[in-house]
């Protein structure tokens, strides 16, 4: 993992200032200001004191575009609402401050720690998705929680909390606005707002309806009051908490930066696809200086100033706005840079003019409220996708979840480990091997054969595939099998070729297609889809030359699974010469497209490459083509074609 250098990225020097994003920000400083409720009930600050923080945190935000990390930061808004149970369990006031002060200082430690030796994706991989899943879970059931029960913002602004829910879930998440979107420009653009058009039909409903007082606006600066809050909430006048207090935060520090962890790699997604549209432009994304710069805004806020909504590595919605606007090309935004870094000097100024204050400080309930429940279905469904395959670990996590909210984070964590040791650890395998086990007594075909090729990038899977075809005189499937998963679901084949192999989120503004009637699926949908298309073209003989088939096709004993590899500089020629690169460019491209293929099958499947987990794996490079469809052919006939077969890896390399 590559160190976290910094490179310093000014306005007017590094990058131009780009007006849409300009104009982005004037307007989603609202959700900015919706952090001062939250102050004001957690910490007992005053509202001057409360936007005085919040204004501090903004400006701490240019820092991830000022040393060349190419996101919009915002708060880890998704563990927003296990902090305010954690919270909960103190006075306001003092002990509520020293809490939030150590559990601020944990999470900054852990991201600059992780972030320098680079051992994040180590300590994620050890971590058990049910746990995850459990957290998240959790998580949900709080924000939803002071939303629906008794005295909740519900009940206190019932059509306002109502409304603003409506529209904001609506243009965030629904099929139908996504496909209204991409018929018609004026919604494609409200979309790109995120949570502001349901923030301000919350206003319109709350001011006619009387539920929310009407504003009285005020002209100039707020009023920077950071002389209370040095007094009050900075460790250098009230002091450091004590070491109690510190041990008892270090489990939710832990959790809290497992949810943070999954922004990063949501970033890191997100840019990949757009260094994809522009590959001459290079995009340097750095997880581990996301880690290091995220934990100095914490360790900086929670010595200086704070802030319960923690200091995030993503604000998710507006980078991939952001984002998609990049991959229309230098015309439209020059660097990436450019948008990211207009966008967060625009919020940071804005916060401190004393009109947008004063104009949406009677909403601030009722957008924490929006808030909260946007990060309730965000952590609900990527906790589902933690555990979509597995009935065990969703079960573990569904109870985690629910103990961390009725008892504490502690007794959840607890509850959630043990869990995992007795009914999961050891006995957890992969979906394709519990389908395998059990349906191990299926009735085979004797006298069909169902061959599956895998391989890595430039490898010559589709002329081996061809090859054995005819020797075979059975067909031979490549490109027909996203045209069979069209077909086999309500998916566009464009938007399908668009998606293959790579990891879909819920920002489904990365979806935005131009053809009239699109269906725009969910994220599991686009490998569903795949794997029904493998499992259709296989009720005959026939080569399937597909990622997904091995895994599509793993309970069936009568196929033969095979992986063909080669050496990286014959596969980086195979790709230099298909593309008409550079042999430098093609090998960072290949090492890049690894790296995607990888990730992409450790998120959905297991991972990826593995000969143990193929029936006979083939350095191609070393044969070439036609000896390799020879080799394939000897192995075929010493398991009697095709015939119920009990799979052993065969590896075949040349001399």
Known sequence: MAKPKLRLQIPGIHYRLEPPELLQGILMVAVGFSTVPILQETLGMSYSAALTVAAIAELFGILHVTFGDPVVPGWIASALPLVLVYLADFEVGPDSVYAMIALQLLIGVLFVVLGSTGLAHKLMKVIPGSLKAGILFGAAIAALA?????????SQYPLSVGVGSVVTLVVL???RFQILKSKNRAMQELGKYGMLPGLLSAMIVGFISGEIPLPQIEW??????YGEVFRNYSVFSIGMPSLSTFLNALPMAIAVYVIAFGEIVTAEAVLSDAQETRPADQIDFNSNRTNVIAGVRNILLALFAPFTALAGPLWAAVTVSISERYKEGPKAMKTIFGGMGSFKISTAICILLLPAATLLKPILPVALAITLLVQGYACSYIAVEQVKHDKVAAGIAGMTGSVIYLASLNWGLAFGVISYLLLESGAKKSLSIIINERKRAMSINKNQLVITIDQEYGSHGKEV???????LNIPCYSSEILTEAAAQSRISEKLLRRFDERIVHQAYDLLADDEAGIHLPSPNDFVTALLLADKALATKSCILIDHHAAFA?????????????????????VLAQENSLSEADAVKRLQKLDKQRTRYF????????NASQYSMSIDVGALGINETADQIMAFLQSTTHGAVMCPTTVSVRGA
Request: net charge positive; glycine share 12%; hydrophobic share 35%.
């Open 173 to 175: 998440f629904s099929h």
């Open 220 to 225: 100039g600066f707020i009023p920077f009051n």
């Open 553 to 573: 096709l793993a309970a069936r004993e009568d196929c033969i699974h095979i992986f063909l590899h080669s050496d990286k500089a014959d596969r980086a020629k």
């Open 146 to 154: 002071r939303i629906f029960t008794d005295g909740g913002y519900l």
């Open 465 to 471: 595939g061809e090859t054995l075809g005819t020797m």
């Open 602 to 609: 450790r998120r959905y499947f297991r991972d990826w490459g």
